[in-house]
């Protein structure tokens, strides 16, 4: 007798249930809910439409062709090289950091080979080794004596110590492997045994400094940090391959981009900073990177996702990534764009939320928001993505755990004084507030499903854009208040993108003024995103405001919320003739 089931489909919040009913011979066989969740489609950051404003823009605009042949001449160097960057994902198990040595070692800056020694720092900045990952892998150098560190070949090694599912043990790894073949006279000369071998957790050479602190030397555990991650090659193909994707929509591009962040979903819920807290002994969680840092990755890597999402349907990536899962025995068989997509949604972007939860995520105020923001419009999938958004809204301590928010709205009303100033005392770092916090609200104003917040509606949010103005002195540099610059500097602590963007948002003629002001009285060269259709008629709108308003005038000013008082007078009137240019500007701040 023929089973005739019948199907009703059921409202519930933020989902649609599938009642399935079975009934043989008018009995009850079985009923089962079905919950359906409302997914992702297509893009809903870098859009369809803002794809073809792109490629008008770049026939159009000199400055949209520059943009297009910096990302593509860089995303070059990665393509047709699947195979290697989807090797070079190293999971979790060995320390990354961003020193060369032990944190409390007071020659961590110096280069370690005895001919050498150079002080990097001083000559060569913070984070002084070279490194590439695509040419020269498993290695750093020293930009003096342009030696390469470790001694020995840990790229051999490391394979040496994969198991079946291409993850390092180095339980299994040929440790007969680990001998200082670059430099044997060092252990000739001063009677090393295999100086500079890294097993990846460092080099000891038996020397101490006061307090027992240990010389030791971890090339591996730099080159994983700052070599792929921070900056290095994994994070650097991230963001050149979405880039050169979304400009060009070339297959070629996506193809690479989505195997690799394939790679990385795999790994990125084990990553965990905490781990190696003997490299750096102060607390701090994380995950690739330390939990401020990891902001920005996470922010790239949901970016990414979005990005590369037409391309995860495409023959080639499903071919490849099945092959992988077959040959390292993977759950997920990535036979077809749905679990390819599934592993990314699952491995990354539910990650970062639960990373903000947890606080492994957690940067300065408008780092974590805008990389949950950001993770949360790339999944696009209801109701998570309306929960996520909704939770950066609601209060959180971060240091009671789990998070039970993103905190944006008590932090506006609470912390946010009237003059649209945080609570710090350099400008630099409280222009940060807006810096990330802007781009979070961004996408939650452009993302046409979630209607809840708007934070264009929020005055603290909108006092922020002009927050600097009062600390900009003689209308040419930022008052050295705090930390913000260096000493004499005439640094400028004013995004004249972010004027633009409050200009856009609020209508407001005081940001166009400001505007024309910073671009030397002009609007020459003002344009707006390269994914908006027609960027540059803005010039006009400026120049009639000018024309209706006349020019800004910044005036003396007392920010009772932050607490500074400038006193200014004079004029400053330019003209195409230097000599008959005045500037009398001058201020008085306390």
Excluded at 301 to 323: H, I, K, M, N
């Amino acid at each position: 007798e023929p089973v005739q089931p019948t199907f009703t489909v059921e409202d519930a919040a933020g989902e649609a249930r599938i009642r399935v009913t079975v009934n043989l011979s008018g009995r009850l066989i079985r009923e089962v809910n079905l919950p359906v969740l409302a997914g992702k489609t297509e893009p809903t950051i870098w859009t369809y439409e803002k794809r073809e404003n792109i490629k008008e823009n770049i026939k159009k605009h000199d400055w949209a062709k520059a943009e297009l042949n910096d990302y593509v001449s860089k995303a070059d160097r990665y393509v047709g090289k699947e195979d290697q960057l989807w090797s070079m994902v190293v999971p979790e198990g060995l320390p990354r950091y961003y020193h060369a040595g032990d944190t409390r070692d007071p020659e961590k800056m110096y280069c370690r080979y005895p001919g050498c020694k150079a002080n990097l720092e001083a000559k060569y900045g913070r984070y002084p080794y070279l490194t590439n990952a695509m040419t020269n892998p498993w290695k750093i150098q020293c930009p003096e004596c342009k030696r390469r560190f470790p001694s020995n070949d840990f790229g051999t090694y490391y394979k040496s110590g994969l198991d079946e599912h291409g993850v390092f043990n180095p339980d299994f790894a040929d440790r007969s492997l680990l001998v200082n073949k670059l430099y044997p006279e060092v252990d000739e000369r001063y009677g090393y045994v295999n100086w500079g071998v890294d097993d990846g957790f460092g080099y000891f050479s038996g020397k101490t400094f006061g307090d027992n602190i240990p010389e030791r030397h971890n090339p591996i555990a730099y080159y994983l940090h700052e070599g792929l991650w921070h900056g290095g090659a994994l994070s650097g193909a991230i963001t050149y391959l979405t880039q050169a994707y979304v400009y060009t929509g070339e297959a070629k591009y996506g193809r690479t981009g989505a195997i690799l962040l394939d790679r990385i979903a795999d790994f990125y819920p084990d990553y965990d900073w905490s781990k190696w807290q003997g490299f750096r002994p102060d607390g701090y969680g994380g995950k690739t990177l330390d939990r401020i840092w990891e902001c920005g990755l996470a922010t790239k890597l949901a970016e990414a996702y979005d990005a590369f999402f037409p391309a995860y349907d495409d023959p080639q990536v499903v071919r490849f990534l099945s092959d992988k899962a077959k040959q390292y025995k993977m759950d997920n068989p990535k036979t077809s764009g749905a679990l390819i997509r599934k592993n990314a949604e699952d491995g990354i972007l539910r990650e970062i939320f639960d990373s903000c939860v947890d606080t492994s995520i957690y940067g300065n105020f408008g780092m974590t928001q805008e990389a949950l923001a950001t993770a949360a419009i790339a999944l696009d999938t209801m109701p998570e993505t309306k929960e996520w958004l909704d939770w950066l809204m609601r209060p959180g301590n971060p240091a009671h755990r789990p998070r039970t928010g993103g905190n944006i709205l008590p932090q506006l009303i609470s912390v946010i004084d009237r003059d649209g100033m945080g609570n710090e005392s350099s400008p630099g770092y409280n222009s940060a507030w807006l810096t990330y916090l802007l781009d979070a609200a961004e996408l939650i104003h452009d993302y046409d499903k979630y209607s809840e917040v708007d934070l264009y509606n929020n005055p603290k949010f909108i006092k922020e854009f002009t927050a600097q103005l009062p600390v900009i002195m003689a209308s040419y540099y930022t008052a050295q208040i705090g930390d913000t610059s260096r000493t004499a500097s005439t640094d400028m602590i004013l995004n004249k993108d972010q004027i633009l963007i409050g200009y856009k948002r609020t209508g407001n003629p005081l940001f166009a003024q400001l505007l024309y002001m910073f671009n030397n009285n002009s609007i020459k060269g003002i344009h707006e995103d390269i994914t908006v259709k027609n960027p540059e008629n803005i010039q006009k709108e400026i120049l009639g405001i000018i024309e209706k308003y006349g020019e800004f005038n910044l005036g003396s000013h007392m920010m009772t919320g932050y607490g500074l008082a400038a006193l200014r007078d004079g004029v400053k009137l330019s003209s195409e003739s230097p000599e008959k240019s005045v500037n009398t500007l001058r201020d008085f701040w306390i």
